[in-house]
């Protein structure tokens, strides 16, 4: 897992074509004169639009109201690398080891989705407006849950095949 501000993690993104397509949506979608931009924030809570970027890559384009931690889903995913940011709102994170964690429900090879009980393990992140975090198999995350008070997320979830991403850390 790594989490940044999307314009100080650039650079990782220079490692394949593949990333580079994905890096162009992304800041394509945060430039607030674009189309990707206005599509996003238009979406009323509930709502999605999904773009498949080629490669297998899918964007989900989403918006929701923040939960109540009680309320989280831990999940993990084995032929996908989860990148998500968000462009409006704010919510917390819960991210774990899946090493740390209590599978709930088995691999669903066709969803590509292992469920977990809540881990005691689990640390809190904070994502906001240009917030990146991407989230490879080895990290059980549980996104959507609201600060204080819900609100409105409008966000974005790139779903990356493993074989493509080179982060070389």
């Known amino acids: 897992m790594f989490v940044g501000y999307f314009a100080d993690v650039l650079r990782k993104f220079k490692k394949s074509d593949s990333l580079l397509k994905v890096c162009s949506y992304l800041d394509e979608a945060l430039d607030e004169e674009s189309e990707v931009y206005r599509r996003i924030t238009n979406l009323g809570a509930g709502e999605s639009f999904e773009v498949c970027l080629g490669e297998d890559i899918k964007v989900i384009e989403q918006a929701?109201?923040?939960?109540?931690?009680?309320?989280?889903?831990?999940?993990?995913?084995?032929?996908?690398?989860?990148?998500?940011?968000?462009?409006?709102?704010?919510?917390?994170?819960?991210?774990?080891?899946?090493?740390?964690?209590?599978?709930?429900?088995?691999?669903?090879?066709?969803?590509?989705?292992?469920?977990?009980?809540?881990?005691?393990?689990?640390?809190?992140?904070?994502?906001?407006?240009?917030?990146?975090?991407?989230?490879?198999?080895?990290?059980?995350?549980?996104?959507?849950?609201?600060?204080?008070?819900?609100?409105?997320?409008q966000k974005i979830v790139v779903k990356i095949p493993q074989k493509l991403v080179k982060l070389n850390f």
């Not at 992140?125 to 959507?144: C, I, K, R, T």
Request: with cysteine; aromatic share 14%.
């Open 64 to 153: 929701y109201y923040t939960k109540p931690p009680k309320e989280a889903f831990y999940e993990s995913h084995q032929e996908m690398v989860d990148f998500q940011m968000v462009l409006k709102g704010r919510e917390i994170f819960f991210v774990a080891p899946h090493s740390l964690c209590e599978v709930k429900k088995p691999y669903d090879k066709e969803r590509d989705l292992i469920e977990y009980y809540p881990s005691i393990y689990a640390s809190t992140l904070l994502l906001f407006n240009g917030q990146l975090a991407v989230f490879e198999s080895n990290d059980v995350h549980a996104g959507g849950i609201s600060i204080a008070e819900s609100e409105l997320v």
